[in-house]
């Protein structure tokens, strides 16, 4: 599985910034995709995830209410709408996915995931 993010940037704080993840080679394999974040200093952090076809979405504790994650089926693309940014929003965001024969039950720590895409700067000033 190959997973292409795109669509971070510069945005005021209150502002909102939509990033796109697509997958390809075989999305069909992918059990859970999601986003995690990454701060200069700070380790990577759990942003929300879904499963793949249909199920409820899971999110951050900081980011709900806020972000929401969905999925394009013709696409094979998966968006994280990101909406009321905060300056502390600012991170590298990677969108990353987990296998069928990989998935252990658990998706919120990155060592649980075996795809992952190149990272999106997001940028929030105040």
């Known amino acids: 599985v190959q997973l292409q993010a795109s669509g971070g940037g510069l945005v005021q704080a209150g502002g909102s910034l939509r990033l796109s993840c697509a997958a390809s080679?075989?999305?069909?394999?992918?059990?859970?995709v999601g986003w995690f974040r990454q701060a200069p200093g700070k380790e990577r952090e759990f942003v929300a995830a879904?499963?793949?076809?249909?199920?409820?979405?899971t999110y951050g504790d900081s980011v709900k209410g806020r972000f929401t994650i969905s999925r394009d089926n013709v696409r094979n693309t998966v968006y994280l709408q990101m909406n009321s940014l905060k300056v502390e929003d600012t991170a590298v965001y990677y969108c990353?996915?987990?296998?069928?024969?990989?998935?252990?039950?658990?998706?919120?720590?990155?060592?649980?995931?075996?795809?992952w895409g190149q990272g999106t700067q997001v940028t929030v000033s105040s």
């Open positions: 080679g075989r999305p069909f394999s992918i059990a859970v």
């Open positions: 879904r499963p793949w076809s249909d199920g409820l979405a």
């Open positions: 990353a996915a987990v296998s069928e024969g990989y998935y252990s039950g658990s998706h919120y720590y990155s060592y649980e995931h075996d795809n």
